[in-house]
């Protein structure tokens, strides 16, 4: 498993930096770079009238890969088309041109999907400020007049025109136009932003697994808890983490959890469909061990998913199952293993913090959790 964890090694460091060409270049490369034009996009501008739009993006790409995954509530929603009959300027959508005449949408979905539903009657306004009047009212139920003032309003849009031929170079100027527009706002997480900026199949796997794998998601929700990250993302993230935290502690690199992530998933993206599929077996075969062991209580405390346990369950495990240890020695008992599990974390409780984030206190605790299987349920 050395070369499948291996991306923060020096040497992939040095193939990276050669790779994208930061270093090494003349004032006169770059003024050449500049003039060519190289990395400069087209644009266009259009209005499309709000009675219009659900015929206008029909065939339109509403939900690309890098879109953020999360739903505007009803009151965010009302006061858009609020916006809209107090004629208050509503930023611009920024679409894709992905191939000629066919569009995606880079930012702009949810103010597109917000009015479409309300033309449907989808849902009742709330928490209006300006037109209180019009709380509780679908669009069937507006006064005639206000129909048409919403009617009437248009949406602004900027095209980024598609105009090279070059795929590579037309899919970077897209990430890097959607991380643009997004790293301002305050509700873009961070792996949104990875997932927008960082495409190829090591993310799509990554995301995959997040969203699909039931070992996965079943110790995730185990304790019938709700949440909205899938929504956001942060399975994926902790699929990321596995994998980011094991290269980087195989490299022996001590960075904060941000630019861990950051950066594992920037050297992955360069990675091809092979290696991605690789690191989908392993995670697998890992999440099958561990369920063996644990069931669905594997990554949990008193029902509660904790991230400094799945970071500590994963990264043991596969620790163990890369030297080969056997571990169809252990009873695959759930109930008691997790009970000593547990146990054993509020015994050690001064090492098993979630308070300390560090890769050293992650390294550490994975130690302490390795003996811990050796010892009390493999019987070394």
């Known amino acids: 498993m050395t070369e499948l964890f291996n991306l923060f090694s020096k040497d992939s460091k040095n193939k990276e930096i050669k790779k994208t060409g930061f270093v090494g270049h003349s004032d006169e490369q770059m003024i050449t770079k500049l003039n060519s034009g190289e990395f400069n996009l087209v644009l266009d501008n259009a209005r499309y009238p709000l009675n219009s739009l659900t015929s206008i993006f029909q065939d339109y790409n509403l939900e690309p890969e890098y879109q953020r ?3 505007w509530d009803v009151q965010r929603k009302s006061r858009l088309i609020e916006s809209f009959v107090a004629n208050i300027p509503v930023p611009p959508i920024f679409l894709y041109e992905s191939d000629y005449n066919k569009y995606e949408v880079m930012d702009g979905l949810q103010r597109i999907s917000t009015i479409i ?4 009657n989808k849902f009742e ?4 400020e300006l037109w209180p009047e019009l709380n509780g009212k679908t669009f069937a139920e507006l006064l005639p007049d206000f129909q048409s003032a919403i009617k009437r309003r248009y949406l602004s849009a900027i095209i ?3 105009e090279s031929n070059n795929k590579k170079q037309a899919d970077l100027l897209k990430t890097y136009t959607f991380e643009r527009l ?3 706002g305050i509700n873009l997480s961070a792996q949104e932003i990875r997932n927008a900026v960082y495409l190829g199949p090591v993310n799509d796997v ?3 697994i997040g969203h699909k794998n039931d070992l996965f998601l079943q110790m995730y929700n185990f ?3 709700t949440s909205d990250m899938v929504d956001r993302l942060q399975t994926s993230e ?3 983490r596995f994998f980011a935290y094991k290269d980087a502690l195989n490299n022996h690199v001590d960075h904060g959890t941000k630019k861990v992530l950051d950066e594992y998933t920037k050297r992955a993206s360069i990675k091809n469909d092979e290696f991605a599929e690789q690191l989908r077996k392993y995670f697998e075969s890992v999440i099958t061990i561990i369920n063996n062991f644990f069931g669905e209580g594997a990554f949990s405390r008193k029902n509660k998913f904790e991230k400094m346990i799945f970071d500590t369950v994963m990264l043991g495990i596969s620790d163990l199952y890369d030297d080969d240890v056997d571990l169809t020695k252990c009873k695959y008992d759930s109930i008691r293993n997790n009970e000593l599990k547990n146990k054993y974390l509020m015994d050690q409780k001064r090492y098993f913090n979630g308070k300390y984030t560090s890769l050293s206190k992650v390294n550490q605790r994975v130690k302490l959790f390795k003996s811990f299987i050796c010892n009390e349920l493999l019987g070394n």
Request: proline share 0%; aromatic share 12%; glycine share 12%.
């Open 69 to 71: 995954q999360y739903i």
């Open 223 to 225: 304790g019938n808890k």
């Open 182 to 184: 997004n790293t301002g």
């Open 160 to 162: 980024v025109v598609k």
């Open 238 to 240: 902790l699929v990321l």
């Open 117 to 120: 539903e309300y033309f449907n």
């Open 125 to 128: 306004l709330k928490g209006l």
């Open 206 to 208: 990554i995301n995959d």
